[in-house]
């Protein structure tokens, strides 16, 4: 039944009080919050509101993951952002892989949104439209893709078929409305990934309206590039557009 797993240790979600200004962090798909706590901890000591919200049916089971459908892990992160609302005035909005899907999804319907950080963001993998084809009820893990053998990823061992299925029409939903995004962008891709091809990040650079946007490279890294090698880029890269972003350098 859901809800009778326990949240695995280090998949816990997390919450730093700083300024007026929030940043919301989102994991991945079959992932957890273990992902982006390092980020959330770096933002916090540089004064900022933190939020890493772990998404349902995340972080405790495989099978209780089954349950849920998108639409309750965008609930996930439009809790998150209330949170941040309740606290801040200005929010910005960061997620790996799924965590970059439901980031563009909030930046999509949330104008207000300051700026956001897709990281290694998903739009579009035919690998997982093949594998929904499938009749069987789980297939194997798609987590930990690191380039750092040292580190792993906390992540379930089994993926099940239905959330594929419900990851698919998110995406599809996502990708429809990239034009609407206009807030400023600064997108990071690994240039070698093993989940998410990185054409995703490049059509996403295409195709949102943002007046401002960069995509940064990571050379050495693979998908899960909030815990490899380029983990401190990317934390001194944010810091930096957020900033410029806060001050007006970029509109």
């Not at 919200?53 to 209330?82: C, F, N």
């Not at 910005?92 to 950080?117: D, N, Q, R």
């Not at 600064?186 to 943002?210: G, K, M």
């Amino acid at each position: 039944m859901p809800g009778t797993y326990p949240i695995l240790e280090g998949a816990e979600p997390f919450y730093f009080e700083g300024n007026k200004v929030g940043i919301l962090l989102s994991h991945g798909f079959t992932g957890s919050t273990q992902s982006m706590r390092p980020l959330g901890e770096a933002y916090a000591k540089a004064g900022y509101t933190v939020c890493g919200p772990r998404l349902k049916g995340h972080g405790t089971h495989y099978e209780e993951m089954e349950t849920t459908t998108y639409h309750d892990w965008i609930a996930s992160v439009e809790e998150g952002l209330q949170w941040l609302k309740e606290r801040c005035e200005t929010i910005f909005v960061t997620g790996l892989s799924m965590g970059g899907t439901l980031t563009l999804y909030l930046a999509e319907h949330h104008p207000e949104i300051k700026g956001i950080i897709p990281i290694n963001a998903a739009i579009d993998i035919p690998d997982f439209a093949e594998l929904e084809q499938t009749e069987a009820r789980f297939l194997d893990a798609i987590g930990s893709d690191l380039k750092n053998k040292e580190i792993t990823e906390l992540a379930y061992e089994k993926t099940p078929v239905q959330s594929l299925r419900e990851i698919g029409q998110l995406m599809e939903g996502v990708k429809e409305k990239l034009p609407a995004v206009t807030c400023p962008a600064l997108i990071f891709v690994s240039s070698e990934d093993h989940v998410v091809p990185p054409t995703n990040s490049h059509d996403i650079y295409q195709n949102i309206s943002s007046p401002s946007k960069q995509l940064v490279e990571l050379i050495n890294s693979y998908h899960v590039a909030t815990l490899d090698y380029d983990q401190q880029i990317i934390i001194d890269r944010t810091l930096t557009f957020i900033e410029s972003v806060l001050n007006g350098a970029v509109a």
